[in-house]
Nanobody, 122 residues
Framework: QVQLVESGGGLVQAGGSLRLSCAAS????????MGWYRQAPGKQRELVAR???????NYADSVKGRFTISRDNAKNTVYLQMNSLKPEDTAVYYC????????????????WGQGTQVTVSS
């Protein structure tokens, strides 16, 4: 079974930085686009940033110029560098893989991580 495990969340003051990591584990043949989503209390989950297998990226307007997504395909890991953090960035951040394919199977699965809390104090 493939799992996504996030790390790097925590408490930071406004203007500070955090780096989130998300590592995929299990029997993996290939992984498609990966992304970071977030959900604040009382709000819907929203896309923060997404990166394809070939490195193409897109960002939510609210984080452009402050957040950078990257991935290491050899390590099946995606990162989110968050700079100039604001209190409104406070949320649970979730990692997602559009699809994951395991060896010896044509089937693919969308996979979510368990989430990591990011809290930005003013």
């Amino acid at each position: 079974q493939v799992q996504l495990v996030e790390s790097g969340g925590g408490l930071v003051q406004a203007g500070g930085s955090l780096r989130l990591s998300c590592a995929a584990s299990g029997r993996i043949f290939s992984i498609g686009a990966m992304g970071w989503y977030r959900q604040a209390p009382g709000k819907q989950r929203e896309l923060v940033a997404r990166i394809t297998t070939f490195g193409s990226t897109n960002y939510a307007d609210s984080v452009k110029g402050r957040f950078t997504i990257s991935r290491d395909n050899a390590k099946n890991t995606v990162y989110l560098q968050m700079n100039s953090l604001k209190p409104e960035d406070t949320a649970v951040y979730y990692c997602n893989a559009d699809w994951v394919r395991v060896p010896d199977s044509p089937l693919t699965t969308n996979v979510w991580g368990q989430g990591t809390q990011v809290t930005v104090s003013s």
